[in-house]
């Protein structure tokens, strides 16, 4: 069935370094992904997002790749703060009957950031 | 920015009794309300797409009769857990969606603990 999942559950990285979030998505039919972080408690809050016809876009610290061919997508986070420190996932976005964008959730990776 | 804001932000409740949830877009007309369903550790499951004026659309497994939803104005949907149980207990995110928006913006989640 549609799946949209994590390689990694937990990233433990030291402060000052990169991080790469990894997401595998098996609906070549989708068009559109976006990364969320959810800080302990908290809703999603929305990070960056990227379309299909590009394959990478940047944003602060940020950025996006897509890879359609391996159905891959990746967020980067440069010189990881503690801020960081939180659940992300990857999300793709499907039509909703009656309009609207129907989001399908990654597992999520768990990012620690380590002083 | 888009924002979403839920009331009350955690509820405990008796089992047997109903809980009402809201969800309010501030500062846009959401056509397109989502509620979600998230279990600790746990990604986002979608529970129905509402939009404004119409029924709202549910996914395969989630009671329609149980868990009511309702997308009265184009700032304001509300859930209603009916007949609440123990294993209802969880965090519920609501998400919006605007005419000019073309993703998500979620709100900060509702703690329910059903006794």
């Known amino acids: 069935g549609e799946n949209v999942g994590l390689h990694l559950p937990t990233l433990s990285v030291q402060e000052g370094d990169n991080s790469i979030i990894n997401c595998a998505y098996s609906n070549s039919a989708s068009d559109y992904f976006i990364w969320y972080k959810q800080e302990s408690g908290k809703g999603p809050q929305f990070i960056i997002d990227?379309?299909?016809?590009?394959d990478k876009r940047q944003g602060q610290r940020v950025t996006v790749l897509l890879n359609k061919t391996v159905k891959h997508l990746s967020l980067q986070i440069a010189a990881t703060q503690p801020g960081d420190s939180a659940v992300y996932f990857c999300?793709?976005?499907?039509?909703?009957?009656?309009?609207?964008?129907?989001?399908?959730f990654g597992t999520g990776t768990q990012l620690k950031v380590e002083l | 920015g888009a924002v979403v804001s839920q009331h009350p932000s955690w509820v405990i409740c008796k089992s047997g009794t109903s809980v009402k949830i809201e969800c309010r877009s501030l500062d846009f007309q959401a056509t397109t309300m989502f509620w979600y369903r998230q279990f600790p550790k746990q990604s986002l499951m979608l529970m129905a797409t509402s939009n404004e004026g119409s029924k709202a659309t549910y996914e395969q497994g989630v009671e329609k009769d149980k868990f009511l939803i309702n997308h009265a104005s184009l700032t304001l949907s509300t859930l209603t857990v009916t007949s609440a149980h123990p294993e209802d207990s969880s965090f519920y995110i609501c998400s919006a969606e605007g005419l000019a928006e073309e993703t998500q913006y979620f709100g900060p989640g509702t703690r329910l603990l059903v006794l």
């Open positions: 999300a793709e976005n499907k039509g909703a009957p009656g309009g609207g964008n129907k989001l399908t």
């Open positions: 990227i379309r299909s016809n590009m």
